[in-house]
C-alpha cells in the first residue's frame, strides 16, 4: 500500500534545477506532527539522506548538498518539497521520500544530470 508519492523528477543539464514534491497519501493522519526526510540511491551504492524537515521546520543537510538544495513542506497540502539548485551529475540518484516515524517510503523518482 503506497502512503507516500514523488514526482519532479526528470533529466536536466549540469547547473540546471528541479523541483520534487511528495504527497502523504489519505492514509497518512496528522501529517504536520512527523519529521520527513529525502533520500537517494545511485546504482550501486547505499542510500543515503540528502535532507530532513523537523514538523516545526528545522532543517538539516548532507554536506554534498549545502548551498545548493533546499527542503520545505506544505501541511495544509500533505507535501514534502526538494529544491535542487546547481545540479551535478553526481547527483544523479533515485530519490524517495521518508516519513521515518512509521517508516515509510515513496516509490522513488529519477534524477539524471548529464550533458
Known amino acids: 500500500q503506497a502512503h507516500l508519492v514523488e514526482s519532479g523528477g526528470g533529466l536536466v543539464h549540469p547547473g540546471g534545477s528541479l523541483k520534487l514534491s511528495c504527497v502523504a497519501l489519505?492514509?497518512?493522519?496528522?501529517?504536520?506532527?512527523?519529521?520527513l526526510a529525502w533520500y537517494r540511491q545511485a546504482p550501486g551504492k547505499q542510500r543515503e539522506l540528502v535532507a530532513n524537515?523537523?514538523?516545526?521546520?528545522?532543517?538539516n543537510y548532507a554536506d554534498s548538498v549545502k548551498g545548493r538544495f533546499a527542503v520545505s513542506r506544505d501541511n495544509a497540502k500533505k507535501t514534502v518539497y526538494l529544491q535542487m539548485n546547481n545540479l551535478q551529475p553526481t547527483d544523479t540518484a533515485t530519490y524517495y521520500c521518508?516519513?521515518?516515524?512509521?517508516?515509510?517510503w515513496g516509490q522513488g523518482t529519477q534524477v539524471t544530470v548529464s550533458s
Open positions: 489519505a492514509s497518512v493522519n496528522n501529517f504536520g506532527v512527523y519529521m
Open positions: 524537515i523537523t514538523n516545526g521546520g528545522i532543517t
Open positions: 521518508h516519513l521515518p516515524w512509521w517508516s515509510f
